[in-house]
């Protein structure tokens, strides 16, 4: 439950950056309000303070002493330094992403080739939320309704 004072923190923030900051501030004094801690320690994590940037972060790495943000880190290495114990390819991370979402009411949809029209900036897709800013972003196109 936030206090009346951290309710006054967030409703002064004017933009979602201010916000989000505000928020990482509350939810780090009390991360097992706010994050699954028995789940993450469970599956043998622990919670520590970035020397860099003083941000918390969950790791497996006991001797790890800086956080994953690229500037802190020295570029990104999740990629060869990942703590999963379960080894997939790309295609088996896309799968499992789907058996994770179908049920819960997700639909894959079959991958293709987009231009990024709305964005001049872009002749192609540089991600897959890219092919879907005009839904989540603007507001300039109401998303398509699911036939439930
Ligand atoms: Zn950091």
């Known amino acids: 439950m936030l206090s009346e004072n951290e309710v006054e923190l967030l409703k002064d923030s004017h933009t979602d950056k201010q916000l989000k900051s505000q928020f990482k501030k509350i939810a780090s004094k009390n991360p ?3 994050f ?3 789940e993450l320690k469970g599956l043998e994590y622990m919670r520590k303070k970035c020397e860099s940037c003083g941000t918390y972060f969950w790791t497996t790495h006991k001797d790890r ?3 994953g943000d690229p500037g802190c880190a020295g570029g990104f290495d999740v990629v060869v330094n990942n703590p999963s114990k379960k080894k ?4 088996d991370v896309w799968k499992t992403i789907v058996e ?3 049920p819960r009411g997700y639909v894959p949809i079959k991958r293709y080739p987009c231009v990024a029209r709305w964005n001049p ?8 939320i890219s092919a ?3 839904y989540v972003i603007t507001g300039e196109e109401k998303p398509l309704q699911r036939g439930f």
């Open 100 to 102: 994770l979402l179908e």
């Open 121 to 128: 900036t872009s002749e192609f897709t540089i991600a897959s």
């Open 132 to 134: 879907f800013q005009p």
């Open 36 to 38: 699954p801690t028995s």
């Open 32 to 34: 097992d309000q706010y």
């Open 88 to 91: 997939l390819s790309y295609i």
């Open 65 to 67: 002493m800086v956080c």
